[in-house]
């Protein structure tokens, strides 16, 4: 099977990884940085401009969700694929979008629902029936407690914790480590413990 991933950068090596423990034997990137030869191992063989002409299973390897956002809207869905490490547990309910990644070490319980395009990190969680909107990412090592929603392209980072039944809405960014406990209704930048607005 061959991969086409849109981003070479350590983001988008990872998700090589991940393509390869999913049967991808054929894996190539495309960069919109013309000096790139290469990610990793795997060859970098044109720009962004070259997706239309690309007929196998594609992602996008971006971490800016913006970015990510832009890019997959001109693909089909038809050739979208969703990657999920081997060594995440994922309960068998859970729905996982079209272009979202799932990292080593994850667990995503019953009831989950991970929109499109979401980025899922290396041993976070998400508890029961929470609803991860499109584009969202859960960095490294952060926990969502139960019936958590979050609004699309917020960015929870690393080591963040979000307590139950809490929403947060979209285009936001937790800073690494803030706990949330309370509902958060403005887009900005949250940090701290408890989490509170910065800008």
């Given at each position: ?7 070479a950068s ?21 960069d ?5 030869k ?17 007929q ?31 060594n995440?547990?994922i ?23 991970i ?38 392209s917020?960015w ?7 307590l ?20 958060i ?14 800008y």
């Amino acid at each position: 099977m061959k991969l086409t991933i849109i981003g070479a950068s350590g983001h988008g090596r990872v998700i090589a990884d991940i393509a390869r423990l999913n049967g991808y034997d054929e894996i190539e990137f495309l960069d919109d940085n013309k000096k790139l030869k290469f990610c990793g191992k795997y060859p970098v063989v044109g720009t962004s401009e070259k997706v239309k002409d690309v007929q196998n299973d594609m992602i996008v390897g971006i971490g800016n969700a913006k970015i990510r956002q832009r890019v997959m809207e001109r693909l089909s869905d038809k050739r979208l694929a969703t990657l999920i490490h081997p060594n995440a547990v994922i309960a068998e309910d859970v729905v996982i979008g079209k272009g979202s990644v799932v990292m080593a070490g994850t667990v995503i319980n019953p009831g989950a629902i991970i929109g499109n395009g979401c980025i899922v990190n290396t041993c976070s969680s998400i508890d029961h029936d929470c609803d991860v909107n499109d584009f969202v990412h859960v960095s490294v090592g952060a926990h969502l407690c139960g019936t958590v929603t979050v609004g699309e392209s917020t960015w929870i980072g690393a080591g963040a914790t979000i307590l139950n039944n809490i929403t947060i809405c979209g285009n936001c960014m937790i800073g690494a480590g803030a706990v949330v406990v309370k509902n958060i209704e403005e887009e900005g930048t949250y940090v701290g413990v408890p989490a509170r607005v910065i800008y």
